[in-house]
């Protein structure tokens, strides 16, 4: 069959024909989680839109003509926070027709786990700062909805795959280990059970070394296994 049988287009002509088609804007959106004070936290930043007056949302942006989704995604965490040390992975695509005030924005999520105490945020920025997680209600555009899908993403990963190691110290008790899980599955966990599926999966290295300066019994203190590390980027302390 020739070119001509098959009635080739060129694209500029599939865009005139569907110039709609390309007038949709792509955004990008960071989840970026922290842990500290027993708490599992997010940072957020007060929305500069008229329409979400008063209303926190995740860090994000639209996608520029230049740009690669990995790339912006990179760019809008620098910008917001001056992190730049920070692996985030992509979790969906969110595409609501009427989710943007402004027209039509299909935006990708991402998410990603940062050690609060060990990484120095730009918190000046539009009123950046952390929130709980279990305190937040309502976001502006669909960013609750955001918020959830990372967050059952996360829930539904930490028994099975070492993701959350970056939210704790190099070295850490179980106590400490216990209640990161909990704080982030939101239910109380039974002492003995937790510890015997960690101690299965076998991705701790006893350290020899006990806590010290705590209000309680002194436990042994572990970290992360190498191999772990090397092969799982949200736990790499890049």
Known sequence: MTEKELRLKTAEIEKISHLDYFNIAISVDCVIFGY???????????????????????LGDLIRPDEDLETASYRIL???TELDDVYLEQVQAFGSINRHPSGRVITIAYYSLIDIKNHKLQLNHNQLNWHPV????KLAFDHKLILD???KR???QVMETPVVFNLLPEKFSLRELQELYEAILGVELDR????????IKDWLVDMDEMENDVPHRPGKLYRLKAEHKRNNPLTARI
Do not use: P
Not at 36 to 58: N, P, R, Y
Not at 134 to 137: A, G, K, L
């Open 134 to 137: 279990n305190t937040i209600r």
């Open 36 to 58: 500290d004070e027993k708490e599992l936290k997010v940072l957020l930043i007060k929305s500069d839109l008229e329409e979400f007056a008063g209303l926190h949302s995740l």
């Open 192 to 199: 003995r059970n937790f510890r015997k599926k960690i101690s």
């Open 78 to 80: 620098k910008e917001r």
């Open 154 to 156: 996360l829930q539904e």
């Open 149 to 151: 899908t990372c967050l």
